[in-house]
């Protein structure tokens, strides 16, 4: 499985963007994909995930300004992200993998960061 994510840059605080990441290769070994997040000196957080079926999940911290949605045919996955401010300055990484019921989202597969930086 291959992911290729884009739509990282520079957006001014407030502004929104929109990451894509599109998935190739055996792509019937997953059921979902999530994005992720790391900032400097932190660590890799959850932002979102949505299974093939387009049920979406996101961490309670995550809720209200980013929108996680799927295009099953193009096996892409997209991050809507609004009102942004510099705390969500960081690299976004895809992944891939299998949600199971209701057990936590297991990334299998991982596709490069895109870095979103948002300035004031």
């Known amino acids: 499985v291959q992911l290729q994510a884009s739509g990282g840059g520079l957006v001014q605080t407030g502004g929104s963007l929109r990451l894509s990441c599109a998935a190739s290769?055996?792509?019937?070994?997953?059921?979902?994909m999530g994005w992720y997040r790391q900032a400097p000196g932190n660590r890799r957080e959850l932002v979102a995930t949505?299974?093939?079926?387009?049920?979406?999940n996101y961490p309670d911290s995550m809720k209200g300004r980013f929108t996680i949605s799927n295009d099953d045919a193009k096996n892409t996955v997209y991050l809507q992200m609004d009102s942004l401010n510099s705390e969500d300055t960081a690299v976004y990484s895809c992944?891939?993998?299998?949600?199971?019921?209701?057990?936590?989202?297991?990334?299998?597969?991982w596709g490069q960061g895109t870095l979103v930086t948002v300035s004031s």
């Open positions: 949505v299974t093939t079926r387009g049920v979406a």
């Open positions: 992944s891939a993998g299998l949600k199971l019921g209701d057990r936590p989202y297991n990334p299998m597969y």
């Open positions: 290769g055996s792509v019937f070994l997953f059921n979902a």
